[in-house]
């Protein structure tokens, strides 16, 4: 390569640049202050080179093959909500829901729907988790109180967690009162807690638990628990949003136990955030994905709505998945009633992470459904995506 450098072919440079993925072009920026100034001017800044590039990717879209089936499920009541892990699907009372003995959740073979187990559920769920074998039901158990001593009483939030497939009861644990269901998030083995360090107001407390085997992990971090509004983990590191004049992003590697970056600002107004490092993506105004890259301070936006069907209104309530395999799921539909959702035209859309990274928004959309009752819930895992509808008591995979 630099004997062509020194020879001045930019155009055979360029062809042989072309072979490469974004992500690989962007390692070879790290090479030297000449590959880099080349690939920005003569490859990124050029529109030939580009629309290559955005071709090859489009080709490359097209050529994955989806399968689409569909299964029955007669314990699919209103307000059901579904998961997929390891083969499994578990149907579960979705979030906001009061559960009773009569609200149960279940455990099925993927490919043939076979029940493998079900287990009851009594207490308000505010929020569903999945881990790598285990399931974890975060509660507001707003009737068990704790009694001080001077005779207040604070209201207990529980998680329970329930492994995969058996459902059998691995832990049950009772958050500080100080914790709120915004300060823990589980990912792969871990559930990893943020608490308040007593010692100081100035730290705080990271606890890694691992449920299936019981081992407990913590460090300390320099961050006031006060102005911490949420975290995210991607089975590595956390990201953690504080409040001030601007909202503002630190991440951690729970591994080094290092502080990655700090003091970035945060998007604000946003809905269903996730977050994969070194990118977090959020919906904002129920229009645009957002795309934050931590590394390089890059953002970018993508309008998610396209032109609408005749005689039909644009849905707000998109939702966004991360899989393990490196995609971006969004949902998006359209209401051919203004009213309700029982009549839609119902989308997803791929996104593949890596060029997320360098704002290329190429995404494959798979058409879920042309007309029908918008899906209740939807999950995925690394090669499936599960939708599934109450009214029609069915799932499709």
């Known amino acids: 390569m630099q004997e062509l450098f020194a020879k001045n072919v930019p155009e055979i440079i360029a062809k042989i640049f072309l072979y490469l993925t974004a992500g690989e072009l962007h390692v070879c920026r790290q090479v030297c202050s000449v590959w880099n100034e080349f690939i920005i001017n003569e490859i990124w800044q050029s529109r030939r080179c580009r629309n290559q590039l955005k071709n090859r990717l489009h080709r490359n879209w097209l050529n994955l093959e989806f399968k689409k089936s ?44 076979q029940k493998i187990q079900e287990r009851s559920l009594e207490g308000f769920i505010e929020r569903i988790d999945l881990g790598s074998s285990f399931i974890v039901f975060g509660f507001s158990n707003v009737d068990d109180q704790i009694n001080t001593s001077d005779d207040t009483s604070e209201s207990v ?37 943020l608490r308040a360090y007593r010692q100081s107001l100035d730290s705080c407390q990271f606890v890694l638990f691992d449920p299936v085997n019981k081992e407990r992990k913590d460090f300390i971090v320099k961050l ?34 290092q502080c990655i970056t700090k003091g970035l600002p945060a998007s604000e107004f946003t809905l269903n955030e996730v977050f994969r490092y070194p990118l977090s993506l959020s919906i904002e105004d129920h229009c645009y994905l957002t795309v934050f890259n931590i590394k390089t301070l890059a953002r970018y936006k993508h309008f998610i709505h396209r032109s609408k069907k005749p005689n039909t209104e644009i849905g707000l309530l998109n939702q966004m998945f991360i899989s393990d395999s490196g995609f971006l799921i969004l949902s998006r539909y359209e209401k051919f009633k203004r009213t309700d959702h029982s009549n839609c035209c119902s989308q997803m859309e791929l996104f ?3 060029d997320l990274k360098y ?16 899906f209740d819930d939807f999950h995925l895992d690394k090669s499936s995506i599960v939708t599934l509808y109450s009214s029609e008591k069915k799932v499709d995979l």
């Open 157 to 193: 939030d529980i998680l329970q967690v329930y492994s995969i497939p058996d459902l059998n009861l691995l832990a049950k644990i009772t958050l500080p009162a100080e914790q709120n269901k915004e300060l823990y998030c589980v990912k792969n083995d871990l559930i990893v807690f």
């Open 70 to 113: 569909e299964q029955s499920l007669s314990e699919i009541y209103n307000q059901s909500g579904i998961k997929i892990l390891n083969g499994h699907l578990l149907l579960h009372p979705q979030v906001y829901t009061s559960t009773s003995s009569d609200h149960k959740f279940a455990c099925y073979k993927l490919k043939t729907g």
């Open 352 to 354: 593949n992470l890596e």
């Open 224 to 257: 006031s628990f006060t102005d911490v509004l949420g975290i995210q983990f991607d089975g590595r590191y956390v990201l953690v949003k504080t409040i001030g004049k601007d909202d503002k992003i630190t991440v951690f590697d729970v591994i080094t136990r």
């Open 359 to 374: 704002g290329i928004f190429q995404p494959v959309t798979l058409d879920i459904r042309q007309s029908g009752p918008l």
